[in-house]
């Protein structure tokens, strides 16, 4: 996966993504900052491999970039790094804090699974102890209010969820007027419903440097079967 940052001379920051089958090279993050001659921007984006340009000549060392790229919006990716680097950045420098993009993120995915059928039923929400299991909470949170059941399952139990992962297990359990929830606290004590209608994969996040191990490669299979 390949990225750069173009930072506009009048404030405005633009995160570019692409595959490695595009115009890019490799992306990674560094410090080191570079001076360039290049005198205009269609000069950079033809010969300027190391540096991201703006109109007052200074270059941050972000990403090798060979030239623009050329990809609809659907086709952007962030690789763990950089996605972290995103969320640290959203919450130190813009003041948005986990809770809320943790909301953000979750309500955008509801809102895209009614867009593919707005008559859900039931779904099992397969989630780890961090801040992507948070994420599928609030899935489940909004799509309880669409009158669809949710299935929780923590893989490794909900011991020592992470704090927002927590808080938002405490107000789903609130919204549940209507006993539509589920929850398991363990996959050993797992049964699956005969009926459902979509899988919420909300296990492991941009924090997993290592292969699955356990309960969650089990799970996995489980789903992909």
């Known amino acids: 996966i390949a990225a750069y940052i173009y930072r506009h001379p009048h404030g405005r920051t633009h995160f570019i993504i692409g595959y490695p ?5 490799t992306c990674y993050l560094g410090s080191a900052s570079v001076k360039c001659t290049h005198a205009s921007r ?12 703006n109109h007052r000549a200074k270059h941050t060392h972000i990403a090798m970039v060979t030239e623009t ?3 609809p919006y659907s086709h952007y990716l962030f690789d763990a790094n950089l996605s972290q680097e995103i969320d640290r950045r959203t919450i130190k420098e813009m003041g948005i804090d ?19 059928d707005a008559d859900y039923s039931h779904g099992i929400y397969l989630c780890g102890k961090g801040n992507n299991g948070g994420d599928a909470l609030v899935i489940a949170r909004y799509l309880l209010q669409h009158n669809c059941s ?3 399952v923590f893989i490794s139990g909900a011991d020592d969820l992470s704090t927002d992962a927590q808080k938002n ?5 609130e919204f549940d007027s209507n006993s539509k929830l589920t929850i398991f606290n363990s996959w050993d004590s797992f049964s699956a419903p005969e009926n459902i209608d979509f899988i919420i994969d909300g296990m492991l996040g941009t924090g997993l440097d290592s292969n699955l191990r356990g309960d969650y490669t089990t799970a ?4 992909n079967n």
Request: hydrophobic letters at 50%; charged letters at 15%.
């Open 150 to 152: 949710a299935t929780i």
């Open 69 to 71: 790229l050329q990809a």
């Open 98 to 116: 986990g809770f809320t993009l943790m909301e953000i993120a979750g309500s955008s995915a509801e809102k895209a699974l009614l867009e593919m």
């Open 220 to 223: 996995v299979n489980w789903a």
């Open 169 to 173: 297990l405490r107000l789903l359990q």
């Open 42 to 53: 269609a000069t950079w984006r033809r010969t300027c491999r190391f540096c991201v340009y």
């Open 21 to 25: 089958f595009t115009t890019f090279t």
